[in-house]
């Protein structure tokens, strides 16, 4: 079966380094569109960072210029390397997969991903 796993999350200060791996499974993950989203308590989980299969590569505006996200296909592992941490970056952070093609809007939308992993979580403190 599809499984997703994150792994490298912590608690870091305001300016600190974090780098996050998700290691796939059950699917052939060369096909499948990947991606990081978060949450932070009492908000709605948003988008951070999509990579397709070509490696083409989507941010939102809040983390560009400080987060790149990066694929291994030949490890079927996706990572996510965050610096300039602030601490409107905590978060619970998920690892999330789809193979559908989606219009360039839709790429950071939640409800567009089929497969999820259970989260780790990131704290940046001032």
């Known amino acids: 079966q599809v499984q997703l796993v994150e792994s490298g999350g912590g608690s870091v200060q305001a300016g600190g380094s974090l780098r996050l791996s998700c290691v796939a499974s059950?699917?052939?993950?060369?096909?499948?569109?990947m991606g990081w989203f978060r949450q932070a308590p009492g908000k709605e989980r948003e988008g951070v960072a999509v990579?397709?299969?070509?490696?083409?590569?989507t941010y939102v505006d809040s983390v560009k210029g400080r987060f790149t996200i990066s694929q291994d296909n030949a490890g079927n592992t996706l990572y996510l390397q965050m610096n300039n941490l602030k601490p409107e970056d905590t978060a619970m952070y998920y690892c999330?997969?789809?193979?559908?093609?989606?219009?360039?809007?839709?790429?950071?939308?939640?409800?567009?991903?089929?497969?999820w992993g259970q989260g780790t979580q990131v704290t940046v403190s001032t």
């Open positions: 990579i397709d299969s070509d490696d083409r590569k």
């Open positions: 999330a997969a789809d193979y559908r093609a989606l219009p360039y809007l839709d790429r950071l939308t939640t409800r567009y991903y089929m497969y």
């Open positions: 059950g699917f052939t993950y060369s096909r499948y569109r």
